[in-house]
């Protein structure tokens, strides 16, 4: 299984502060969170995860904390990406740095 770029990527959800509400799941317009059935806690999908905030600005109680990534932890997810699925392809944009690898 891939683990996120370094635990920098996307947002950070603390499911100790978190009052269960579920204003994040149910605003985000990527459908990037879920609710785990069994323990109640916020999942976050990485995958659909955009980093756009909104439900970082929603939530109540501050259980979420917004945590970006700088390229070279992205590139490197790629590249473990890339090893665990046999991909030999790889393109990474970078809007900040008006890069592309």
Do not use: W
């Not at 996120?4 to 990527?30: R, T």
């Amino acid at each position: 299984m891939i683990k996120p770029v370094c635990d920098e990527v996307s947002i950070k959800i603390n499911n100790n502060y978190c009052g269960k509400c579920k204003i994040c799941s149910s605003i985000c317009p990527f459908e990037a969170l879920s609710t785990d059935e069994k323990t109640g806690e916020i999942k976050l999908d990485i995958e659909k995860c955009q980093v756009c905030g909104i439900c970082f600005s929603s939530c109540p109680v501050s259980a979420i904390e917004m945590a970006y990534y700088d390229v070279k932890s992205l590139i490197t997810y790629v590249e473990k990406s890339m090893h665990e699925t046999g991909s030999k392809a790889r393109v990474a944009l970078d809007n900040l740095h008006k890069g592309f690898y």
